[in-house]
């Protein structure tokens, strides 16, 4: 076990007398939502990505706890926290009363700000604002908006898809999200090639990005502008190995489990695919390093 990991145990032990009350109140208040998720919005696949995204956004509070206490120390709070948590609160009823998912959600993110702001004050969030801000990945989009931004990404991902079979010799057309392959006819549906994928994907990559902290502008600036297109060929990867299990294996095992397979390996060509750019933006900047280092000995002689 590392240093990091020893320390934040340490402290997360250490301020357990303090913080079980509002523990407890947090659990009472949102463990029937977290339920809710649980049974319904999490088990599928437009929304399945929100308990990855809640686990890893506390894992990096938690990784980042001990940096909290020693900023926040001695704790002065913040007014902001109040307003913050009725705001929050109000969320929750109304979203809980009215069936509204992307508020329920909301609320949880607010209501945990309000709390760090109360006790531990705005140096807080100072050092917790990316965890919070990455839970902003797991809020459901509002449906009509997803469903106007998602029909031209499908018939992109699906214009992808059939140029790329294609080429390779296989017997594939397509009538606007819908490609034919032989004896079977596949509809690219919103999970597969969606916004909320997208933004799943865009997650990764900025989870990606605050993980490795690298020095360099150029190598962070370069790998968040190439998690679109990253994003994008991700989705495409899936969707031709849908298509390829149905005209190999049928139907059946297209929608059966191995469409849960080509989930995994929607997350696994994406990361994948972003640890191979970072990777050729370190060659570049290693490359560029070592041709400007003869200069500056010349210049220093």
């Not at 463990?31 to 088990?43: C, I, K, R």
């Not at 965890?131 to 997803?146: A, D, G, N, T």
């Not at 972003?274 to 041709?291: C, F, G, N, V, Y």
Request: proline letters at 5%; one cysteine or more; aromatic letters at 12%.
């Amino acid at each position: 076990m590392n240093t990091l990991a020893i320390r934040s145990m340490r402290s997360f032990r250490a301020a357990l007398p303090e913080w079980w009350p509002v523990l407890l109140g947090l659990a009472v208040l949102f463990v029937p939502t977290f339920y809710d998720l649980f049974t319904g919005a999490w088990v599928g696949e437009e929304q399945g990505h929100g308990p990855i995204i809640f686990g890893l956004a506390l894992w990096l509070i938690y990784r980042k706890w001990p940096e909290m206490l020693e900023a926040t120390t001695p704790p002065r709070a913040s007014w902001t926290g109040w307003p913050i948590l009725a705001i929050g609160l109000l969320t929750h009823m109304l979203g809980r009363s009215q069936k509204i998912l992307m508020l329920e959600v909301l609320s949880i993110i607010l209501v945990m700000m309000s709390v760090l702001l109360i006790k531990r004050g705005g140096r807080s969030m100072r050092v917790l604002w990316f965890p919070f801000f990455f839970m902003i990945f797991m809020v459901p989009l509002p449906s009509e908006f997803v469903a106007a931004v998602t029909m031209p990404m499908k018939m992109a991902v699906s214009w992808g898809t059939e140029h790329i079979l294609f080429a390779f010799g296989y017997p594939i057309s397509r009538s606007g999200v819908i490609l034919q392959i032989g004896q079977y006819q596949l509809l690219v549906a919103d999970a597969c090639a969606g916004l909320q994928t997208l933004l799943t994907l865009e997650a990764l990559g900025l989870f990606y990005l605050n993980l490795m902290r690298h020095p360099s502008a150029f190598r962070n600036v370069g790998l968040a502008l190439f998690i679109i297109p990253i994003s994008f060929s991700a989705n495409v990867i899936r969707v031709i190995v849908l298509t390829l299990i149905t005209y190999y294996y049928g139907d059946a095992a297209g929608q059966g489990f191995l469409h849960g397979f080509a989930g995994m390996v929607l997350f696994v060509t994406a990361l994948v695919l972003i640890l191979s750019i970072d990777s050729a933006l370190q060659w570049t900047i290693r490359r560029r390093e070592a041709k400007n280092a003869p200069l500056r000995t010349r210049e220093a002689a």
